[in-house]
């Protein structure tokens, strides 16, 4: 399930007079299952994307969506630009098929804190639970694009490396809310990424909703 934001629809999109109700009326009758929520006073749409449809497990999908149901114009994507550096400050090693790329990004001079209200909101309607505003700020952008995300500490890596493997099978992990897990299922699989004692795992047929309870 995803819940997006009234608030981010009207934003990314030039949406024609409908109301909120028959928005979601008008996407469940084309194949897209919608209903109305309310969460802490505020309107979200709750979707429930079906299996066949990947491009649609993130908020910038459905927005795509929307347009092309509604034919309405998406207001285009304001992204800054960021510095190519070919220098490698960490080493990743995948040892693993079951990821086929990793990507890294340095981000300095951050400060980690307590996120804004209306951020712990937005992911607590998808079922997120805060941690900090570094966190919460990768998980929304998760939500947003689809992609998975995690934010290291660059200092803590151990060895300035970072291990992409599948766990054992009953291997059990700490998630970064401090809970013990362990994989269940055939559908399931997990990759480590040995950074002190946090593992995170990622659902195979489930890219939107790693670290999500």
Not at 153 to 165: L, M, R, S
Request: with cysteine; net charge neutral.
């Amino acid at each position: 399930m995803l819940s997006i934001p009234w608030e981010y629809l009207k934003k990314h999109l030039f949406l024609p007079k409908i109301t909120f109700k028959g928005l979601a009326e008008k996407l469940t009758y084309y194949g897209l299952e919608t209903k109305v929520v309310e969460h802490k006073n505020n309107l979200y749409l709750e979707f429930d994307p079906l299996p066949n449809r990947p491009d649609l497990f993130s908020w910038w999908g459905i927005i795509q969506e929307i347009g092309i149901i509604l034919n309405c114009r998406v207001k285009p994507l304001s992204l800054p630009v960021v510095n190519e550096k070919k220098e490698k400050l960490i080493e990743v090693a995948i040892n693993t098929s079951n990821c086929s790329e990793f990507y890294l990004g340095l981000i300095k001079n951050i400060k980690a804190k307590e996120s804004p209200d209306w951020i712990k909101e937005w992911l607590a309607a998808n079922n997120i639970h805060s941690i900090n505003n570094v966190v919460d700020s990768a998980n929304l952008v998760m939500l947003e694009s689809g992609q998975p995300l995690h934010a290291f500490d660059a200092d803590e890596i151990k060895g300035k490396k970072i291990i992409v493997q599948n766990l054992a099978e009953g291997t059990k992990f700490i998630t970064l809310d401090e809970k013990e897990m362990m994989p269940i299922g055939e559908k399931r699989f997990a990759f480590t990424i040995r950074f002190f004692n946090h593992r995170l795992t990622l659902k195979k047929d489930a890219l939107i909703d790693p670290w999500i309870d």
